[in-house]
Nanobody, 114 residues
Framework: QVQLVESGGGLVQAGGSLRLSCAASGIGFSWNTMGWYRQAPGKQRELVASITGGANTNYADSVKGRFTISRDNAKTTVYLQMNNLKPEDTAVYYC????????WGQGTQVTVSS
């Protein structure tokens, strides 16, 4: 059964930090490239960070140097450490496979106040 459960969002002031978690099941986690996506109101969902099964990472320019993606294959969990948050990071954050997405989870809301 495919399941993605995101958690860790919240309200934080600009410059603050949050750590998101995504527990995955039923998706062949260990060998798939996983990604964190976000969708702000009125905007399309965008990929902000990805990590391969071998832990190679890639980041959107807008978050490079501030966000860090990591994974624990034993726990089938992917993380997103977000530092120096900005109001423009406000969005619902989701995780999913990168190469072939599966059903989306409920996401976790991140709100950054100025």
């Amino acid at each position: 059964q495919v399941q993605l459960v995101e958690s860790g969002g919240g309200l934080v002031q600009a410059g603050g930090s949050l750590r998101l978690s995504c527990a995955a099941s039923g998706i062949g986690f260990s060998w798939n490239t996983m990604g964190w996506y976000r969708q702000a109101p009125g905007k399309q969902r965008e990929l902000v960070a990805s990590i391969t099964g071998g832990a190679n990472t890639n980041y959107a320019d807008s978050v490079k140097g501030r966000f860090t993606i990591s994974r624990d294959n034993a726990k089938t969990t992917v993380y997103l450490q977000m530092n120096n948050l900005k109001p423009e990071d406000t969005a619902v954050y989701y995780c999913n496979r990168v190469n072939s997405v599966v059903s989306w989870g409920q996401g976790t809301q991140v709100t950054v106040s100025s």
